[in-house]
């Protein structure tokens, strides 16, 4: 049973950080390119940040690109975001998931698996 287990969420002021981690089990971790989405109220999935199997590539959205950080610990199966400089317009439920390779575009696969989500709140 694959299981994606995203854990350090919570709430914090602007300009505060915080630090996402993704526990995966029940899959070849290192054979796929491993994601952090977001969904805020009222909008749409958006896909932050993708590292590729062997965390030789990174992706980053517009939106987070010099403020957020993606990595990964293959031997231990975590994915981490290092969120810093955190606005209100980051409020949202943050989801770890894991992409196949093989996509024209490295890291636009869809999703194979996904997680449950942490919940990101930042006030002003």
């Known amino acids: 049973q694959v299981q994606l287990v995203e854990s350090g969420g919570g709430l914090v002021q602007t300009g505060g950080s915080l630090r996402l981690s993704c526990v995966v089990s029940g899959l070849t971790f290192g054979a796929y390119h491993m994601a952090w989405f977001r969904q805020g109220p009222g909008k749409e999935r958006e896909r932050l940040s993708v590292?590729?199997?062997?965390?030789?590539?990174?992706y980053y959205a517009d939106s987070v690109k010099g403020r957020f950080t993606i990595s990964r610990d293959n031997t231990g199966n975590m994915l981490y975001l290092q969120m810093n400089s955190l606005i209100p317009e980051d409020t949202a439920m943050y989801y770890c998931?894991?992409?196949?390779?093989?996509?024209?575009?490295?890291?636009?696969?869809?999703?194979?698996?996904g997680g449950q989500g942490t919940q990101v709140t930042v006030s002003s």
């Open positions: 998931a894991a992409q196949p390779a093989g996509c024209s575009t490295w890291y636009t696969c869809n999703p194979a698996y």
């Open positions: 590292i590729s199997t062997s965390s030789q590539l990174t």
